[in-house]
């Protein structure tokens, strides 16, 4: 099939790439300018930033997919500009998935399938919710209010369009080479220098995925005839209490000291407070039976912190 990958210089994009590939697709990567050395091997590279909508017209155009994967955000700004970083992803959540699906439609693509997330949803009920759990719209904190309501808009729009199968895949918590959870990455750094600490109980839940998954997941996506939203995630979610201790060992770092849950929005900043004590994890029965997939990597306790 003929695949536009949009976001392929990135940390899931890039391999996605010579993935499809090697499963015998005609792979166009769509980039950026500046970013054009960095584009991986693709039987095509078309370029064009996706807040542009004409632009982003032409570009797809030229490629005629028929299929699309939207795997782009800005959370590489993360580190210098995290405010940035979240305002310019819900731009790229609604604007660029508009403009995307534009494209799409006038390019004649049949299907689309797009990266959203796995932790987004109402911190309610049970400890491991499927994707009919309400989304944390009513967040407490106006950012993550704000990015929630992103992801919604996201996917409205892509289960929404008239003549193109969408698919949403929510990623869970992202680990592996170049993500945050890398040695070298924010989250390895702040566990490395001892500024993680477990909150009280710790008891909030994370869905941990690792790189190749998400990658799989993708081309799973694509080949499949399903539509509809899927967590993508392990078969491992665990609280706080339990990763965080295990990852601070596999970096080689101090063990996470105790503070009272009560100040951990203060020193931790409200979503990570809220992911330390609150968060619940993801099931992901759904992606295994719709989309025939299943993770290389079913639990984080093999490999977090090791890459
Ligand atoms: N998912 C989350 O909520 C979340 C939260 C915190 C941290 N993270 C971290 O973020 C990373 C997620 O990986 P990822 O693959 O989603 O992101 P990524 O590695 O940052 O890749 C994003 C892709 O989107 C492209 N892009 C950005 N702005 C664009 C624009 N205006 N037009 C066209 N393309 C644009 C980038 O291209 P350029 O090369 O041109 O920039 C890049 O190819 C992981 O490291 C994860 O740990 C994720």
Redesign the pocket.
Known sequence: MRVLV????????HPLVGALRARGHQVSA???A??RA?APDADAVVTA???DREALLSAVSAARPEVIVH??????L?GDDPAGAFA?TAR?RTE?TANLIAAARAAGARRLVA?S?AFAAAPAGEPVLDEDAPLYLQAPDPGWAATVGAVAELERLVLGSPDLAGVVLR?GA?YGA????ART?GTGQSVLAGRLPLPGGASGITSFLHVEDAVGAAVSAVESDAVGLFHVTDDDPAPAAQWLPHYARTLGGPPPRTIPAALAPRLLGWFTAHQLTAARGAANARARTALGWKPLRPSWRDVLGQE
């Open positions: 949009a976001g392929a210089t990135g940390v899931v994009g769509l980039v950026r500046a970013s960095e930033d996706a807040l795997q782009m955000t800005a959370f590489r993360l310019l790229l660029g990266q997330i990623y992202l170049g993500t945050a959870y990455g």
